[in-house]
C-alpha cells in the first residue's frame, strides 16, 4: 500500500508493553514521589531502579540514543508513538531514560564532547545517576539567541564565562549545566556563539534564585536564574568547534520538538477523558452534560484537534527518518511547534468549563495542565517565532506572478485557454 497507518508488526508489542508498564507501574509516582530530576532522593531511587531495569529488558531504555551509546537507535516514528505514551505521566520518561534536559545534553556530549567529558559525564547521564541543566535564555534576551550577553573569552588552557542566564531548567539538581555563550562578538551570532560544558560546582557559579511558575510558592522551583562570574573551565570543555553553538543547538532541539509534541498528546488525551467522563457522569435537568448540544460540539471539536495534531506529527517524525536532515523538514517542525501549545490549552480548557469549580480547584490537576500547555507556547522559542519560520519556509516555495495580473486572475486564464484550443473550437462550431 502506498499509505499505510498501522505500526510495525514488531513494534506494537513493544507499545502495548509500554501503555500497560506505564498505567500500572508509573503512574501511580506520581502521587508519592517528587521531583524526577533530585537524583538525591534514596526513596524514589530505591523504587525506580528496578523499574529502569525492566525497561532495559524490554529494549526501551534511552531509544533515542544508537546502539553505541546503550540505546536501540529507532527512529523518529517509533520515539513519536512511544513518547505519546510516556507523555502521561511526569516520571515515566526518567524511567524510560529519555527525560529533558538530560537526553538533549547527553546527545550533544556524545557528538560534540571531548573524551573527558564523555567519561566524565555521559555514561553517568546514561545511566540516570546525574541530572544536567540547559542554560541558552537570559533575562533580557529571552529565547532570542541572537541577543545573548553571556560572553566567554579564552585565558591560556581556560574559558572565562560571565553573564546571567534565566530559566535554566533543573539547575536546582543539575551536577553540571550547557551554557550557550558569546565568545566572538565581531562576527555574526550564528558564527560567533559557542557551548560549554560547566560543572554546577564550579567556583563563580550562583544560583541567584530558583523560579517556579503559576502558584508554586516563591524560590521553590526548580528552574533557575542564575549568574556567572569569572567562571573558569578547561579549555576541552567546549562542545564542538568555537562558533557552533547554533548548529548544535538545531541538533539538540529538532527531535526534541517531536517528541515534546507526542508527550503533549498524551497529556491532550488525558484531558479528553476526563472531558469525556465527566460529560456522562454529571446530570443536569433534563439528562446528562453529554446529552446537550454545546458539550457535543467541546467533544467533537476536541477529539478533531488531537487527531489532527497527531497525524501532524508523525508526518513530520516520518519526513525526519526520511531525510536525516532537520533543515529538510524545518516548517514541518515549526508547524508542529506553533500547534502543541494551541491543541493543549484548548483540549484543557474545554474539559475545565465542563468540570465547573472541580475543574479549577486543587482536587483536580486541570489547572496545572492549563499552565502547562500555555508554557509550550514560550519553551525551546515562543510560537511567534516559529510562525515566522514556518511563513518564511513556505514561501520559499513560491515565486512573485509575472506579469501585472495574479496567476489565478479569470479573464487572463480564459484568454489563455481560448488561445490553446482555439483550433478545436472553432472546429466544434463549425459542426454545429
Not at 42 to 66: F, T
Not at 267 to 286: K, W
Not at 313 to 333: G, S
Request: glycine share 8%; proline share 5%.
Amino acid at each position: 500500500m502506498a499509505w499505510d497507518f498501522e505500526t510495525d508488526e514488531d513494534f506494537q508489542p513493544k507499545l502495548d508493553w509500554a501503555d500497560r508498564f506505564v498505567r500500572e507501574e508509573i503512574e501511580p509516582l506520581d502521587f508519592v514521589l517528587d521531583n524526577p530530576a533530585d537524583k538525591t532522593d534514596a526513596v524514589a531511587q530505591k523504587i525506580v531502579k528496578p523499574l529502569m531495569d525492566e525497561v532495559r529488558a524490554q529494549g526501551l531504555w534511552a531509544c533515542h540514543l544508537g546502539p553505541e551509546l546503550g540505546g536501540q537507535g529507532y527512529g523518529q516514528v517509533r520515539l513519536a508513538l512511544l513518547n505519546e505514551i510516556l507523555g502521561r505521566t511526569k516520571w515515566a520518561a526518567t524511567v524510560f531514560g529519555c527525560q529533558a534536559p538530560d537526553s538533549g545534553n547527553a546527545e550533544i556530549i556524545a557528538h560534540f564532547g571531548s573524551q573527558a567529558l564523555k567519561d566524565r559525564y555521559l555514561q553517568p547521564l546514561l545511566a540516570g545517576e546525574m541530572s544536567s541543566s540547559y542554560a541558552m535564555t537570559e533575562p533580557t534576551a529571552g529565547a532570542d539567541p541572537t541577543q545573548l550577553r553571556t560572553r566567554a573569552h579564552r585565558d591560556g588552557d581556560e574559558w572565562v564565562i560571565n553573564g546571567e542566564k534565566w530559566f535554566a531548567s533543573n539547575a536546582r539538581f543539575a551536577q553540571f549545566l550547557v551554557v550557550m555563550t558569546v565568545t566572538n562578538p565581531e562576527v555574526s551570532p550564528y558564527r560567533g556563539q559557542s557551548m560549554f560544558v560547566v560543572p554546577a560546582d564550579t567556583p563563580g557559579v550562583e544560583i541567584v534564585r530558583h523560579l517556579g511558575t503559576g502558584p508554586e510558592r516563591p524560590r521553590s522551583g526548580t528552574h533557575a536564574y542564575l549568574r556567572f562570574t569569572d567562571v573558569r573551565v578547561p579549555a576541552d570543555h567546549l562542545l564542538g568547534e568555537e562558533g557552533s553553538a547554533f548548529a548544535i543547538a538545531q541538533t539538540r532541539l529538532g527531535g526534541g520538538r517531536v517528541h515534546h509534541a507526542m508527550r503533549t498528546v498524551g497529556q491532550a488525551r488525558r484531558a479528553f477523558d476526563m472531558l469525556c467522563e465527566r460529560a456522562l457522569s454529571r446530570d443536569v435537568r433534563g439528562g446528562n452534560l453529554a446529552s446537550l448540544q454545546m458539550t457535543q460540539e467541546k467533544i467533537a471539536d476536541s477529539w478533531i484537534q488531537i487527531e489532527q495534531f497527531r497525524l501532524l506529527v508523525l508526518r513530520t517524525a516520518w519526513l525526519i527518518d526520511k531525510f536525516h536532515d532537520y533543515r529538510k523538514v524545518r516548517k514541518d517542525i515549526a508547524a508542529v511547534k506553533i500547534s502543541t501549545p494551541r491543541v493543549y490549552v484548548d483540549v484543557v480548557a474545554r474539559t475545565i468549563q465542563i468540570h465547573g469549580s472541580l475543574g479549577i480547584s486543587n482536587e483536580m490537576p486541570l489547572s496545572s495542565m492549563l499552565l502547562a500547555g500555555y508554557a509550550l507556547g514560550i519553551a525551546d522559542g515562543p510560537t511567534e517565532v516559529h510562525k515566522l519560520t514556518l511563513a518564511r519556509e513556505v514561501l520559499k516555495e513560491y515565486q512573485p506572478a509575472e506579469g501585472f495580473w495574479p496567476s489565478a486572475h479569470l479573464p487572463t486564464l480564459r484568454e489563455d485557454a481560448l488561445r490553446q484550443y482555439a483550433d478545436l473550437l472553432e472546429l466544434e462550431i463549425g459542426d454545429e
